[in-house]
């Protein structure tokens, strides 16, 4: 499978389970594509290839899932990412 493919379909996992997403898998998902995290207190900050918006910045509360708020914010990078490999590919 290509990139792109690998993109569409994270994204389409995430988008269909925004509130099914455990934390770790999102982690994990951030981690393929935007590589290794710092960690800042309980805040797990991954670098993105642009500046500004949208950031990553995840923070384990308790529990196993990851919030609504966090899965939509990795969704826009993955987004934005997906229409970088894009264009890079025309």
Not at 13 to 40: D, H, M, P
């Amino acid at each position: 499978m290509n990139k792109i493919a690998l993109l569409d379909k994270a994204i389409q996992e995430l988008s269909n389970n925004e509130k099914k997403i455990r934390f770790t898998q999102l982690v994990a998902n951030c981690e393929n594509y935007f590589g290794e995290y710092r960690i800042n207190g309980s805040h797990h900050i991954f670098k993105t290839p642009w500046q500004g918006d949208p950031r990553i910045n995840l923070q384990k509360l308790k529990g196993n899932l990851a919030k609504p708020y966090q899965v939509r914010q990795v969704l826009r990078a993955l987004r934005k990412l997906k229409e970088f490999e894009d264009k890079k590919n025309e």
